[in-house]
């Protein structure tokens, strides 16, 4: 089956051709294709130069900024496409970059430089032909949703430590498995994660999180060993014991927060996150007494740590702050017996925004540890949210301001007036009275 190639793609092919230049789709897209996925990086190769390229297209066309050789050419409808001289690459002193980069003569040499086998294809195309290109069997890999290192795994990964994360990366989102030995040098070069930037690490962290697959890339992590690197506050959770006559838990702290990241229905790596660690604070807290198994405040202990593994991985303050209150608070209490103020502070305590992640993590939680997903008690605590909201909730959602109050009573500013505004909040709030304006009015008459 044939890819269909955009005509301003088209286009592009015929000015090279025309020029003398060869032109192919690699990487991404030509996988994507031979899986059935849309097509939404358009990167290719070719035998011309950076400069060549360039003289290829008018100044408003295309543009060249990097030392890699790659020449973005402007595309209305598919962003820039990346086009990079065929290149070939030597000694990579910090684990992420090559020191040199040197203009290849050939295609085959361009795409030995590439990570794994199925990012390693090429497609030859025009008008009236397109030939797939596979020197390193990729196509067999995809078939077997399998992910291997194109040559000796051990070279892949000493050049760019980070591709070892993109393996797994790459596991969670297409659900494939990684071939022995390349699986192998990731458990040997595991250490080498470290001398990559935070950055990078929280961006692959994340888009694992974001995949099909969470939590098969977290099991790849552990298998791998880069999770021990990562997230060594993850890996201490496993063993730790829960089993108690007090407590419903059938696993251990690690097993039942993988288990909670596989069933959390959100689609939020963030919320997905804090799933995975919403107990991780347990072994800093676990005690034995009489026999029981407690962990007192581990969301307290869990919810400090979460903020320094965030602080880490160089977080947002946004995403920490998220990630800090859906770990804190996820020991709420759904007593049908609470009050509607109890309801009130605890969605002020995780921000009315995090209402829904907070569900989604019990969620997790729930069917992690063996329970149904939901329970009596939990649905009627989800009407009780919604209705509760609909009620004031600080002073300034009361129907009546300080100046109707100054204009009732006669009076003029000053701290009597904010002390009858508490008073009149705390009976609405306790719905000794409606939250309406001449209901207001009547009461501070009397």
């Given at each position: 089956?044939?890819?269909?190639?955009?005509?301003?793609?088209?286009?592009?092919?015929?000015?090279?051709?025309?020029?003398?230049?060869?032109?192919?789709?690699?990487?991404?897209?030509?996988?994507?294709?031979?899986?059935?996925?849309?097509?939404?990086?358009?990167?290719?190769?070719?035998?011309?130069?950076?400069?060549?390229?360039?003289?290829?297209?008018?100044?408003?066309?295309?543009?060249?900024?990097?030392?890699?050789?790659?020449?973005?050419?402007?595309?209305?409808?598919?962003?820039?496409?990346?086009?990079?001289?065929?290149?070939?690459?030597?000694?990579?002193?910090?684990?992420?970059?090559?020191?040199?980069?040197?203009?290849?003569?050939?295609?085959?040499?361009?795409?030995?430089?590439?990570?794994?086998?199925?990012?390693?294809?090429?497609?030859?195309?025009?008008?009236?032909?397109?030939?797939?290109?596979?020197?390193?069997?990729?196509?067999?890999?995809?078939?077997?949703?399998?992910?291997?290192?194109?040559?000796?795994?051990?070279?892949?990964?000493?050049?760019?430590?980070?591709?070892?994360?993109?393996?797994?990366?790459?596991?969670?989102?297409?659900?494939?498995?990684?071939?022995?030995?390349?699986?192998?040098?990731?458990?040997?070069?595991?250490?080498?994660?470290?001398?990559?930037?935070?950055?990078?690490?929280?961006?692959?962290?994340?888009?694992?999180?974001?995949?099909?697959?969470?939590?098969?890339?977290?099991?790849?992590?552990?298998?791998?060993?880069?999770?021990?690197?990562?997230?060594?506050?993850?890996?201490?959770?496993?063993?730790?014991?829960?089993?108690?006559?007090?407590?419903?838990?059938?696993?251990?702290?690690?097993?039942?927060?993988?288990?909670?990241?596989?069933?959390?229905?959100?689609?939020?790596?963030?919320?997905?996150?804090?799933?995975?660690?919403h107990d991780v604070g347990k072994p800093q807290t676990f005690t034995v007494r009489d026999g029981i198994i407690t962990f007192y405040n581990h969301e307290v202990v869990g919810a400090r740590m979460?903020?320094?593994?965030?602080?880490?991985?160089?977080?947002?303050?946004?995403?920490?702050?998220?990630?800090?209150?859906?770990?804190?608070?996820?020991?709420?209490?759904?007593?049908?017996?609470?009050?509607?103020?109890?309801?009130?502070?605890?969605?002020?305590?995780?921000?009315?925004?995090?209402?829904?992640?907070?569900?989604?993590?019990?969620?997790?939680?729930?069917?992690?540890?063996?329970?149904?997903?939901?329970?009596?008690?939990?649905?009627?605590?989800?009407?009780?949210?919604?209705?509760?909201?609909?009620?004031?909730?600080?002073?300034?959602?009361?129907?009546?301001?300080?100046?109707?109050?100054?204009?009732?009573?006669?009076?003029?500013?000053?701290?009597?007036?904010?002390?009858?505004?508490?008073?009149?909040?705390?009976?609405?709030?306790?719905?000794?009275?409606?939250?309406?304006?001449?209901?207001?009015?009547?009461?501070?008459?009397?």
């Open positions: 089956m044939n890819i269909r190639i955009p005509q301003e793609v088209l286009d592009i092919e015929k000015r090279f051709t025309e020029a003398g230049y060869s032109l192919y789709l690699v990487g991404g897209a030509v996988r994507d294709h031979l899986l059935g996925t849309i097509i939404t990086d358009w990167d290719f190769a070719t035998s011309a130069r950076p400069e060549q390229i360039l003289s290829l297209f008018s100044e408003d066309e295309a543009f060249y900024n990097n030392q890699f050789g790659t020449v973005g050419v402007k595309s209305d409808e598919y962003g820039p496409l990346e086009i990079t001289t065929f290149r070939s690459e030597s000694s990579y002193s910090d684990n992420r970059r090559p020191d040199k980069v040197e203009w290849g003569t050939s295609l085959e040499e361009d795409l030995k430089r590439r990570d794994f086998t199925i990012n390693a294809m090429a497609l030859e195309f025009n008008e009236s032909k397109q030939t797939i290109i596979d020197p390193f069997n990729g196509q067999s890999d995809l078939d077997n949703k399998r992910i291997r290192a194109v040559g000796d795994p051990h070279e892949r990964f000493s050049e760019d430590a980070l591709r070892m994360m993109r393996a797994i990366r790459i596991g969670a989102q297409l659900n494939f498995k990684i071939e022995k030995h390349t699986l192998e040098a990731i458990q040997t070069h595991a250490p080498t994660i470290n001398n990559i930037a935070a950055e990078r690490i929280h961006d692959e962290l994340l888009k694992i999180l974001a995949s099909d697959h969470p939590y098969q890339g977290v099991v790849l992590m552990r298998q791998t060993g880069l999770s021990e690197q990562i997230l060594p506050e993850l890996e201490k959770c496993f063993g730790v014991e829960q089993k108690s006559p007090e407590r419903h838990h059938i696993d251990d702290v690690g097993t039942h927060l993988l288990k909670s990241l596989r069933h959390c229905p959100s689609d939020n790596p963030i919320v997905r996150l804090a799933a995975l660690l979460v903020k320094n593994i965030a602080k880490r991985l160089k977080f947002s303050k946004a995403d920490t702050e998220k990630l800090f209150k859906l770990v804190r608070w996820h020991q709420f209490t759904v007593d049908h017996e609470q009050s509607d103020k109890a309801i009130k502070r605890f969605i002020r305590n995780v921000g009315i925004e995090n209402v829904e992640d907070m569900l989604d993590l019990r969620t997790g939680d729930r069917i992690g540890s063996g329970a149904r997903e939901t329970s009596w008690r939990t649905e009627e605590f989800k009407k009780r949210l919604i209705e509760v909201q609909k009620q004031p909730f600080t002073i300034h959602d009361l129907n009546i301001t300080g100046n109707d109050i100054m204009q009732e009573l006669n009076l003029k500013p000053g701290p009597e007036i904010g002390n009858i505004m508490k008073d009149l909040f705390e009976k609405v709030e306790n719905n000794k009275v409606e939250n309406n304006k001449n209901e207001l009015l009547k009461l501070i008459r009397s």
